[in-house]
């Protein structure tokens, strides 16, 4: 059974803790997923078209206010599970655990300016450890030479072995 609660920030609305939003004709609102996933819907408010991420309102309605610095962070790392259980107030660096423990941050080759792979970073500190140039790596894989030393010393791509 699912229980429905009123939105603290949008008193017209109501929050079911599955992740249901009731309007203010008493219809639930279509959710749609962002780029990223995350589901949103839209309201009309004050005269203008409002689009809320589910995903807040759920968490505002079952677990309190937000607290100053606080965001959602989902439990299971999936952005569609708006379910009240699912979602808890969290810090930024506790919701970039998270992600990457359910493999969802942008780390290495999976960001969008990745210029180098995973595996062609193994490659520089395997040929820099066996006595490579660096400005030699930097032609050879086309980046700046602090670039191959920061990779080097661990300062970046630190999450590759």
Same mark, same amino acid.
């Given at each position: ?5 009123? !939105?603290?920030?949008?008193?017209? #609305? ?7 939003? %009731?309007?203010? !004709? ?9 780029? /990223? ?8 408010? &004050? ?8 995903h807040? #309102? +759920? ?25 009240? /259980? ?21 780390? &290495? ?11 062609? +970073?193994?490659? %520089? ?18 980046v ?6 920061? %990779? ?5 791509? &630190?999450? %590759?072995?």
């Amino acid at each position: 059974m699912v229980e429905f609660r009123p !939105s603290l920030s949008w008193p017209r #609305l109501t929050v079911g803790d599955d992740g249901t939003v %009731i309007g203010p !004709s008493g219809k639930a609102l279509n959710a749609f997923p962002d780029k /990223r996933g995350y589901l949103r819907v839209n309201t009309y408010e &004050g005269g203008k078209w409002t689009q809320l991420a589910v995903h807040f #309102l +759920v968490c505002e309605a079952y677990h309190g206010p937000r607290p100053t610095g606080l965001l959602v962070a989902h439990g299971d790392g999936d952005p569609a599970n708006n379910a009240a /259980r699912n979602l808890r107030w969290a810090t930024h660096a506790e919701n970039e655990a998270d992600k990457r423990a359910h493999g969802r941050s942008l780390l &290495g080759e999976r960001h969008h300016r990745a210029k180098l792979s995973d595996e062609q +970073v193994r490659e %520089i500190r395997r040929k820099r450890l066996a006595g490579d140039s660096l400005k030699a790596l930097s032609r050879e894989y086309e980046v700046a030479e602090s670039t191959i030393s920061s %990779i080097f010393l661990r300062k970046t791509w &630190g999450h %590759i072995q």
